[in-house]
Nanobody, 130 residues
């Protein structure tokens, strides 16, 4: 069973930055689609939004709502993931989840699909004050 652990959430003011980190217990060099999804407090689980993805070849996708402000990256071994969040807005406040999916890799590694991923962390809370 793959374990996923996020860290780095917290509070920031609008316009500020936060950096999220994630570690997955997958073998180095695995073909995984990795990504971040978020869920606004009080919304149903079905309302989770895919934020960004990075495939095993390094290709990235972003939700329109974060494009140009967030940057996803991963470590060379492919089992560490980061999300650099700049120019934060109050609407970015949510629980952020790191997601890993072997099945999405190689053709379906898009932000709108990452919520279908198989392996999820417990989430890390991001709060943005205006």
């Amino acid at each position: 069973q793959v374990q996923v652990t996020e860290s780095g959430g917290g509070s920031a003011q609008a316009g500020g930055s936060l950096r999220l980190s994630c570690r997955l217990t997958i073998p180095p060099g695995s073909n995984y689609c990795l990504g971040w999804a978020r869920q606004v407090r009080g919304e149903a689980r079905e309302g989770r939004e895919g934020v960004a993805t990075i495939d095993s070849d390094g290709s990235t996708t972003y939700a329109d709502s974060v494009k140009g402000r967030f940057t996803i990256s991963k470590g060379s071994a492919g089992n560490t993931l980061w999300l650099q969040m700049d120019s934060l807005k109050p609407e970015d406040a949510a629980m952020y989840y790191c997601v890993g999916s072997p099945s999405l890799s190689g053709g379906y590694c898009y932000s709108q699909y990452i919520t279908r991923g198989a392996y999820w962390g417990q989430g890390t809370q991001v709060t943005v004050s205006s």
